[in-house]
């Protein structure tokens, strides 16, 4: 039997038989009607329908909530429903506990406290010291940290961000003044398991003490800008 070019619908050969007519026209209408409800898979008011993995067979994409907007999902394979571009994304960290920080050398900030987590940026229980970029959530972010020091005026102390383990960006204590709070600013450009830690330094030759941001120390926070 002959097809048709575009969705290979069976349809009777030039040559066939009259008899043959009947039969022929209810195989090509089933195989319309197949096809057709392929390519139009909306059941309900508001129903959307995007081209499948599967040739001529598309999928339905149901009505999303007030509010949302249409878009790319994490994996780029489909449209999806999300919340608008506008929406803040981002994170604010604090301690409730001091951190010792030995000398010399540097250490990693760790973080107890979430004020606000939008995307899974921190965990309190796994790498508390970082920020990680979630999937889908790419482009540039602010990075504002801060600490605040003991009293000590004898030594030298940095204060610095990491990304993915390496120093990105530092800021220098100006040697002197009773407890110091340092702070550091960056914007950056981060993909996807992409993570942003603080890390402090000080050469007193002892220990020395940070204190949480409830008396008036640490806090650590990113903002998602834009890709």
Same mark, same amino acid.
């Given at each position: 039997?002959a %097809?048709?070019?575009?969705?290979g619908?069976?349809?009777?050969?030039?040559t066939?038989l009259v008899k043959?007519?009947?039969?022929a &026209?209810?195989t090509?209408g089933?195989?319309v009607?197949?096809t057709?409800?392929?390519l139009n898979?909306?059941?309900?008011?508001?129903?959307l329908?995007?081209r499948s993995?599967t040739?001529?067979?598309k999928t339905?994409?149901?009505?999303?909530?007030?509010g949302?907007?249409?878009?790319?999902n994490? $994996?780029?394979?489909?449209?999806e429903? $999300?919340?608008?571009s506008?929406s803040?994304?981002?994170?604010?960290?604090?301690? *409730?506990? %001091?951190?010792t920080? *030995?000398s010399?050398g540097y250490t990693?900030?760790?973080w107890?406290?979430? @004020?606000?987590?939008?995307?899974?940026?921190?965990?309190t229980? *796994? @790498?508390?010291?970082?920020?990680?970029?979630?999937?889908g959530? $790419?482009?540039?972010?602010?990075?504002?940290?801060?600490?605040?020091?003991?009293?000590?005026?004898?030594?030298s102390?940095?204060?610095?961000?990491?990304?993915?383990g390496?120093?990105?960006?530092?800021?220098a204590?100006?040697?002197?003044?009773?407890?110091?709070t340092?702070?550091? !600013?960056?914007?950056?450009?981060l993909?996807? %398991?992409?993570?942003?830690?603080v890390?402090?330094? !000080?050469?007193?030759?002892?220990n020395? *003490? &940070?204190?949480? !941001? @409830?008396?008036?120390?640490g806090?650590?926070?990113? $903002?998602?800008?834009?890709?």
């Amino acid at each position: 039997m002959a %097809t048709t070019t575009n969705y290979g619908w069976t349809t009777p050969d030039d040559t066939a038989l009259v008899k043959d007519g009947a039969a022929a &026209i209810r195989t090509l209408g089933s195989s319309v009607d197949t096809t057709t409800k392929n390519l139009n898979p909306e059941t309900t008011l508001g129903d959307l329908a995007y081209r499948s993995s599967t040739a001529n067979v598309k999928t339905r994409l149901g009505l999303g909530t007030a509010g949302q907007v249409l878009k790319v999902n994490s $994996g780029a394979t489909a449209p999806e429903w $999300g919340s608008a571009s506008a929406s803040f994304v981002g994170a604010s960290l604090d301690n *409730t506990t %001091t951190q010792t920080v *030995t000398s010399p050398g540097y250490t990693a900030v760790t973080w107890s406290v979430e @004020n606000f987590d939008t995307d899974g940026f921190h965990s309190t229980v *796994t @790498n508390t010291s970082r920020m990680t970029i979630p999937a889908g959530k $790419g482009g540039y972010y602010q990075v504002n940290a801060s600490v605040r020091w003991d009293d000590n005026t004898t030594n030298s102390r940095l204060i610095t961000l990491y990304k993915n383990g390496t120093i990105f960006h530092l800021t220098a204590s100006p040697g002197f003044s009773i407890d110091p709070t340092m702070n550091i !600013q960056a914007i950056m450009y981060l993909v996807a %398991t992409d993570y942003v830690e603080v890390y402090v330094y !000080q050469n007193s030759g002892g220990n020395r *003490t &940070i204190y949480p !941001q @409830n008396s008036s120390g640490g806090t650590f926070s990113i $903002g998602y800008l834009g890709a």
